[in-house]
T-cell receptor, first 112, second 109 residues
Framework: NAGVTQTPKFQVLKTGQSMTLQCAQD?????MYWYRQDPGMGLRLIYY???????DKGEVPNGYNVSRLNKREFSLRLESAAPSQTSVYFC???????????FGQGTRLTVV | RKEVEQDPGPFNVPEGATVAFNCTYS??????FFWYRQDCRKEPKLLMS???SGNEDGRFTAQLNRASQYISLLIRDSKLSDSATYLC??????????FGTGTSLTVIP
């Protein structure tokens, strides 16, 4: 019962370093999402993919890129990390237009 | 204007109390509605979907008023284990989820 799996769980980066957050779901869901969560701000959408082969910007896309590698996997890349990207990142997936989202366990990222 | 607005609380209630959370949303074309629960340093997890006719799951009752664009969650007979942050979530016509900032609940012995 893996559901949505994110790696890594924790990461510390230096300013200017790059990294890719990985996300995979085994529920055959069409849509996948990347969110960041900051204190007092709630969950904010970075990018999403409504279906395999498509990606769209969310509320806070600047400084990030995504790849929907196949139906299972949706990765988030930080090309040049900044302290403002210190956050908890959640990947989620959803089967259809009307169904709920299932979340991964999150990645706690600190940029120093 | 935010897509989803919630009272952040905190709500501190004694065990056994009834507590209600409210939420409003701005887009009248929104398709689906949910309440999620998030424990400290964990991922959000679905508590219940919200239907126009209202729905109940044990001690939890959710209501949706599309005319007023208002969603509510009622928790009866609060337990210590109900302490968490409750997130109001709305799914738009574009397949995106919009989250409220969450309402913090602490149930006190």
């Amino acid at each position: 019962n893996a559901g949505v799996t994110q790696t890594p769980k924790f990461q510390v980066l230096k300013t200017g370093q790059s990294m890719t957050l990985q996300c995979a779901q085994d529920m055959n869901h069409n849509s996948m999402y990347w969110y960041r969560q900051d204190p007092g701000m709630g969950l904010r959408l970075i990018y999403y993919s409504a279906s395999e082969g498509t990606t769209d910007k969310g509320e806070v896309p600047n400084g990030y890129n995504v790849s929907r590698l196949n139906k299972r996997e949706f990765s988030l890349r930080l090309e040049s990390a900044a302290p403002s990207q210190t956050s908890v990142y959640f990947c989620a997936s959803s089967e259809s237009k009307y169904t709920e989202a299932f979340f991964g366990q999150g990645t706690r990222l600190t940029v120093v | 204007r935010k897509e989803v607005e919630q009272d952040p609380g905190p709500f501190n209630v004694p065990e056994g109390a009834t507590v209600a959370f409210n939420c409003t949303y701005s887009n009248s074309a929104s398709q689906s509605f949910f309440w999620y629960r998030q424990d400290c340093r964990k991922e959000p997890k679905l508590l219940m979907s919200v239907y126009s006719s209202g729905n109940e799951d044990g001690r939890f009752t959710a209501q949706l008023n599309r005319a007023s664009q208002y969603i509510s969650l009622l928790i009866r007979d609060s337990k210590l284990s109900d302490s968490a942050t409750y997130l109001c979530v709305v799914k738009g016509s574009g397949n995106q989820f919009y989250f409220g900032t969450g309402t913090s609940l602490t149930v006190i012995p």
